[in-house]
Structures are given as C-alpha cells and as structure tokens.
C-alpha cells in the first residue's frame, strides 16, 4: 500500500529526515512514534503531499506520490492534529463539503454523509453547529471528512490529543473497526496503549532516521524482553554523578536511564538485583519514595531506544 524509500528533508542546514525507508501492507495498521522534533511530523508530511521531499521515494499503491500526486492522493485520507472544520457549520455542512472537495455529489454524497455520521456516532449530532460540540466530538467531524470517499491508506496524527475520555474511546473503536473492514492505517500518538492496541507494527523515528521496525514483539526482543525497575526518588536529596558512578559499576551504561525524579534500570531478571539496586542507591544518599517493576512493552523499548519519553 506504502513504500517509503531513503526519504530526506532539509530547511536550509537542517537536515530533519535522513534517509528514512519503511513498507505498510495492505489493511495493515502500522503505528509511526517518535518524540517531539525527531523528525516524524515531517515525514508524514511528505507522504501526505504537504513537503517536497528533498529526495527520496513515496509510493501509494506504486503510483509516485511526488510525480503524480493528484493520482496518488485520491487513495489517501487524512485525519490532521489540528481542527479542520468550519465552526459555525453544522457537522452535516462541514462533511458536504469535504465530501465535494472529494469529488463526491448528489445521492452518493448524502449517502456517504449518512454513513460516515453513523460511523462516528454523531448522526443525531448533525445538524448542530460545530461551535456547540466538545473537543472530542470535532475531532470526530475531522476523522468523518477524512474517511468520507472511503480511502484505502489513512492516515492519522494525533488523532485523540487533548480530549475526553468518552471521545477517545469512541475515536479508538473507530480506527479498530476501519482498520478490521480493510482500511490501511497509519496511526501517530503520544499514547503508547493506544499503539498497543492498535497496532500490528510499529516504526520508531528519532534524530531523522528511522531506528528501529517490526511487531511488538519484535521490537520487545531488542531489549532482550527485559523489565523495567522504576525508583521515583526525592531530587533534594538526589546526587546524579553520584548515582551514575554507582550504577555503572553494575550494569551497563545502556541498561541506565536517568530522568528528573526517576532512576529506571532494564534487567532481565528484576526481582533477582532490586535488592542490591536499591541499596546501592541508598548508600548515594538519595531518598527513594516508590519502587515500580514494568514488564516489557512499548514504553520500555522506547525508552531504551531513544533514552527518552515519548511525551518528552
């Protein structure tokens, strides 16, 4: 459905995509993460026509997006982070008219309308303004005008940020149930249950490259399937070059995480050194307010990989 091939973009000396390349199959749902400024956002802004690439290949179903984009795009629908809606339009006007940017007219048009207000629950919605709805319910207006003339490829930027917990549930179980009827989808988030549980792979993007790829269970063998041990501790009474001196003496630099009011340390076995673990750290002088163990997920590759939050 998508191929991406040596993908990079420049502004000016900046060089924010470097050579990324990655594959989505057909009625794959594959979830792209990477933290703020990694080079993400512009990277699905070139396969959504948005920015020329500098160079670099993007397919959609083998036709070439930066040659033929017109060609390209009719297959490709997009949910963007930001509200792209008319406020004092009713949800039914707002999706007519991407509906006709579409192409979209007459019955086949208010028959779309009709299915897509179902599909987002928002059909006894219709007629009221878009000023009127919550933030949750605009966006999902904007999924509706995306999914309109039923693209194969979609693609979704942070499609639930900053809204109720109602709202995001109903936006989750609606990509489940594109994806499940054979929509492609690629999906970002600052989520990580959200990817979970949506996502049969997943590619991670840091400092422009893509780092790593593969299933979630792919991806939780590169750090060795191993947990994550979490000591929340009091910054007055934190000595950081202290803590990293001791940790260092026993494991290695890689397996240390050093973040704010957190010290992570992955181990294969956790319950085997939390003892040792936390006295070391006590002898640091540091005062340790919880302790938590974290089995591999998501979060812990990310971690690992980009020494970093996702949210940072």
Not at 43 to 62: D, Q
Not at 88 to 95: G, H, I, P, V
Not at 209 to 236: M, P, Q, Y
């Amino acid at each position: 459905m998508l191929t991406v091939q040596d993908l990079r973009k420049s502004f000016g000396n900046l060089e924010a995509v470097k050579g990324v390349s990655f594959t989505v199959e057909k009625g794959e749902s594959f979830g792209l993460l990477g933290p703020n400024g990694a080079g993400k956002s512009t990277t699905i802004n070139m396969i959504t026509g948005l920015f020329a690439p500098t160079s670099g290949e993007i397919r959609i179903k083998n036709i070439d997006v930066i040659k033929y984009p017109k060609q390209a795009q009719k297959w490709l629908g997009v949910v963007p982070q930001e509200i792209a809606l008319y406020q004092a339009m009713s949800a039914r006007e707002n999706l007519k008219f991407w509906g006709r940017m579409y192409d979209l007219s007459g019955n086949e048009l208010e028959k779309s309308v009709d299915q897509v207000l179902e599909i987002i629950g928002l059909t006894e919605r219709a007629k009221d303004k878009i000023e009127t709805f919550s933030g949750g319910m605009k966006r999902r207006v904007n999924i509706g005008a995306a999914i309109l003339h039923r693209p194969e490829l979609l693609i979704m930027d942070e499609p639930t940020v900053g809204i109720d917990p109602q709202s995001r549930n109903h936006i989750i179980e609606t990509v489940k149930r594109l994806n499940s009827e054979g929509m492609t989808i690629i999906y970002t988030s600052h989520y990580m249950e959200e990817v979970e549980y949506l996502c049969e792979r997943v590619g991670i993007v840091d400092h422009g490259e893509l780092i790593a790829s593969g299933t979630l269970s792919e991806l939780r063998e590169t750090i060795g399937n191993h947990s994550r041990i979490i000591l929340t501790i009091d910054k007055e009474t934190a000595h950081v070059e202290k803590i990293t001196q001791t940790l260092l003496g026993i494991f290695s630099k890689k397996d240390i995480q050093i973040q704010d009011h957190q010290v992570m340390v992955f181990h294969k076995e956790p319950q085997l050194i939390l003892s040792d673990f936390i006295q070391s750290m006590t002898k640091t002088g540091t005062k340790i307010t919880s302790v938590d163990i974290v089995e591999p997920n998501l979060e812990s590759v990310f971690l690992h990989l980009t020494g970093r939050n996702l949210r940072d």
